[in-house]
């Protein structure tokens, strides 16, 4: 059973919410929370798998959480689900720590499926969002391309899994790496999780992020 905790500032929003999620046999909702700070309250209270997090609420708002809650170091991880298609919103949110962000027009499923994938350990992101962010991304990193900075976290990975993550950087999904490194995709996601552990990545995001701030991918400017 995934647990799930929704922090968001509007009733009807976590009204429709809570039962979408009650209509799921593999889900339960532990509390709600209407600004960041009371998310992060009822976070150290319940433990929740997942918190869908708003943005925008009073007081505290849910980037701040986010982050918080990540640094706390449990094993709660957090989705963010806004009305705000934003850029600065969804970059800044993964760099809190988010395993996910959507935006509230999604379709029922594609919020299901996002909370499966996130409380499994995976990430999503919207996908009208997965290539802007990729290009905003790049007006953060240092202007003067290089070679991988020395970095304890990759010096940890075998050739392999160094490769795996570089192209994980790239956008693809386990099923493309295992076609295109002619793997099978049991043994893809075994170097995922093996990247993970020894990169000390959160999930998938996560290791995107260090990829990119390590330069070990460098970003086609368009």
């Not at 059973?1 to 999620?21: C, E, H, K, P, S």
């Not at 929740?48 to 708002?61: C, E, H, K, T």
């Not at 956008?171 to 000390?200: D, F, P, Q, Y």
């Amino acid at each position: 059973m995934t647990t799930v905790l929704i922090a968001d500032d509007q009733a009807m929003q976590r009204f429709g919410f809570r039962m979408l999620l009650e209509s799921q046999d593999d889900m339960t909702v532990v509390g709600e929370a209407t600004n960041g700070t009371e998310a992060i309250r009822l976070v150290e209270r319940y433990h929740p798998d997942v918190v869908l997090m708003d943005i925008r609420m009073p007081g505290l708002d849910g980037i701040e959480a986010t982050r918080r809650i990540v640094a706390a170091g449990g094993r709660t991880r957090v989705l963010i689900v806004t009305t705000f298609d934003l850029d600065e919103y969804a970059y800044d949110g993964l760099r809190a720590g988010a395993s996910g962000f959507l935006v509230k027009d999604a379709q029922p499923e594609e919020l299901l499926s996002g909370i499966r994938a996130v409380a499994a350990g995976d990430a999503v992101v919207a996908p009208s969002l997965t290539r802007r962010l990729l290009d905003a991304y790049i007006h953060h990193l240092p202007t003067t391309p290089g070679p991988p900075r020395e970095d304890a976290r990759l010096s940890a990975l075998t050739d392999r899994e160094r490769e795996i993550l570089t192209v994980i950087a790239q956008g693809w999904t386990n099923t493309e790496i295992a076609e295109r490194l002619h793997l099978a995709e049991s043994t893809v996601k075994t170097h995922v999780s093996r990247i993970l552990s020894k990169t000390g990545a959160r999930d998938r995001v996560q290791a995107v992020i260090l990829a990119y701030d390590t330069q070990l991918v460098a970003p086609t400017q368009s």
